[in-house]
């Protein structure tokens, strides 16, 4: 079932999470571990994040260094297939730009229309940690929007260099992201909005968007979108901090804000477990204020910590 679908025919506000992939080499029990205690809860669909190549330098004979290319989480494809064959949960790969060309990303999306995969989460990804900003593929797409019209393309029955009549169209659902605190690259919000609707307007039909721990940003943010005449379901992704680390980490690499009163919190645990705890109060607190504004979604970041997510939700699902 498309996530449209499944926001369409819902009474009460629905739960869905992203997974990582695991690393290179380890095996896909550990996203069965991840996945299983929160079956329960009746997940809606499942995002399995997709993350580019990394370059490092492996140190050679006589000392010279050599450029690798290295993929430390592959394998979403594939987990979105085992989950949905293993749980019967609809799977939602994300596709980004970075790293690869157009004729990949028409190749990926084949692969996951044969495998009955009718979702998809259209992005541009970050730039390589190397490169000062995000350098599109030669032959790739430079914005997230040149996903969801070659996504578009393909559901329209054309796909790349081919007019020949009689090709099966794709049936893709299209998600794409939001920030409620602004792209950290956008100039300014209205920048950020206006292709924000560019995307919704190209096809996408769905936004979720990046964690926030305040809520009043969310619920500006989908007034904004609203006035901009961006009508579609933006659900709200929910991140449980869960370590003292995170409190300057998180805004480092999300470029979102910690309130106050969250990082006064933080501040005083002396344990990581007492970070865990006051992380899964105030989800608890936010997932409550939004399902009570009838969000469509409430989405989450598991990242790895499945046992905070389960806590939260058996308080409020
Ligand atoms: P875009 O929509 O392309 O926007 C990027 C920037 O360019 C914005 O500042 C926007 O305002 C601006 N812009 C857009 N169109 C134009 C235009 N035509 N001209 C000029 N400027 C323009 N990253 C991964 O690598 N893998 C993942 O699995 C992943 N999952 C994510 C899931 C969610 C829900 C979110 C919120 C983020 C995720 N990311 C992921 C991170 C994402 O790739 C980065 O935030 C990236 O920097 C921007 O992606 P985007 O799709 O929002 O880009």
Not at 93 to 112: N, Q, R, V
Not at 132 to 147: M, S, W
Not at 245 to 270: H, M, N, R, S, T
Not at 297 to 311: A, D, I
């Amino acid at each position: 079932m498309k996530v449209t679908e499944h926001l369409k025919a819902a009474k009460s506000t629905l739960f869905s999470i992203e997974i990582l992939p695991p690393l290179k080499g380890k095996s896909i029990q550990s996203i069965y571990e991840g996945i299983d205690p929160l079956m329960e809860f009746k997940p809606s669909f499942v995002d399995v994040t997709y993350h580019r190549e990394e370059y490092i330098y492996k140190k050679r004979e006589g000392g010279y260094l050599e450029k690798v290319s290295i993929r430390k989480r592959p394998g979403t494809v594939g987990i979105c297939a085992a989950i949905m064959n293993r749980y019967h949960v609809d799977a939602v790969p994300h596709i980004i730009c970075g790293g690869f060309t157009k004729e990949e990303t028409e190749s990926a999306l084949i692969d996951l229309h044969f495998l009955g995969i009718d979702n998809v989460l259209l992005l541009r990804g970050d730039s390589i940690k190397s490169e000062p900003a995000f350098i599109p593929e030669p032959n790739g797409h430079a914005y997230a929007i040149d996903l969801v019209r070659q996504v578009g393309e393909m559901n329209q029955a054309r796909y790349l260099h081919e007019d020949i009549n009689d090709m099966a169209p794709t049936n893709f659902c299209v998600g794409v992201a939001g920030y409620p605190e602004k792209h950290f690259e956008a100039p300014n919000m209205g920048s950020d909005l206006k292709y924000l609707k560019q995307k919704v307007d190209a096809g996408a039909e769905y936004i979720v968007t990046q964690m926030f721990f305040d809520n009043s940003k969310y619920f500006a943010f989908v007034e904004k979108c609203r006035e901009a005449g961006i009508k579609v379901p933006i659900i709200p992704g929910l991140k449980i901090m869960t370590g003292k680390k995170q409190l300057l980490g998180l805004p480092k690499i999300f470029k979102i804000d910690v309130p106050e009163a969250l990082a006064d919190e933080v501040e005083k645990c002396e344990t990581d477990a007492q970070v865990r705890e006051v992380g899964i109060e105030w989800c608890i607190q936010q997932s409550k204020e939004l399902m009570a504004a009838n969000v469509p979604c409430l989405h989450f970041y598991t990242m790895g910590s499945s046992e905070v997510t389960r806590r939260v939700a058996s308080q409020v699902f």
